[in-house]
């Protein structure tokens, strides 16, 4: 099992839409998880982190299930501005270093 | 503003030749580190640091070369033993090594000629 597995997609949705990532991760002992964003030939940047008990932020909801190492992303009410690969990333079994996914790419359509 | 720098953006290299890529930052972190990322794949760790004059080989280590003089500063070597050096190479910093959210620059982009 890959350390942090990702649906590469593309995931190809209107506007308006309600889209969902899901990631799985091997490692049990992983404790920190987070949800980032990077565009195009551009560097990643946090969008979100991933707690316990799942959190919110405007259209963004992430959701943590420790016990079926799986984490996952909603985006509700999709924008044009959306388009974006979106990376899964966990720490290591050490709790040395992250761990990225390698991508869902969404694309937005108007 | 605060931040993380890479310079430079573009890179052009002939094979056989090292060269050297530049990171800064002035958040006042004290974990830095490298990743690369090839077309379609994931970011891989290169190297990191926890500390000045302390760093560690990440997964890919191998052809590259570090230094940590300055809390600011991580300069990364890709060094003609590198077999595969195009690639989008990522600069991040965090306020400790391990768990903590990193924050990355604009990156590089190497291409060997």
């Known amino acids: 099992r890959k350390e942090v597995e990702q649906d590469p997609g593309p995931f190809n949705v209107p506007e308006g839409a309600t889209v969902a990532f899901n990631c799985t991760y091997s490692?049990?002992?992983?404790?920190?998880f987070f949800w980032y964003r990077q565009d195009c030939r551009k560097e990643p940047k946090l969008l979100m982190s991933?707690?316990?008990s799942g959190n919110e932020d405007g259209r963004f909801t992430a959701q943590l299930n420790r016990a079926s190492q799986y984490i996952s992303l909603l985006i509700r009410d999709s924008k044009l501005s959306d388009s974006a690969t979106y990376l899964c990333?966990?720490?290591?079994?050490?709790?040395?270093?992250?761990?990225f996914g390698k991508g869902t790419t969404l694309s937005v359509s108007s | 503003d605060g931040g993380i720098t890479q310079s430079p953006k573009y890179l052009f290299r002939k094979e056989g030749q090292n060269v050297t890529l530049s990171c800064e930052q002035n958040?006042?972190?004290?974990?830095m580190y490298w990743y690369r990322q090839d077309p379609g794949q994931g970011l891989r760790l290169i190297y990191y640091?926890?500390?000045?004059?302390?760093?560690q080989k990440g997964d890919i280590a191998e052809g590259y070369s570090v230094s940590r003089e300055k809390k600011e500063s991580f300069p990364l070597t890709v060094t003609s033993a590198q077999k595969n050096p195009t690639a989008f190479y990522l600069c991040?910093?965090?306020?400790?090594?391990?768990?903590?959210?990193?924050?990355f620059g604009p990156g590089t982009r190497l291409t060997v000629l």
């Open positions: 490692n049990s002992a992983s404790q920190s």
């Open positions: 991040a910093s965090s306020t400790r090594q391990g768990s903590d959210t990193q924050y």
């Open positions: 958040l006042n972190h004290d974990a």
């Open positions: 991933v707690y316990s």
């Open positions: 990333v966990v720490t290591n079994q050490a709790g040395t270093a992250l761990i």
């Open positions: 640091s926890q500390i000045v004059n302390d760093f």
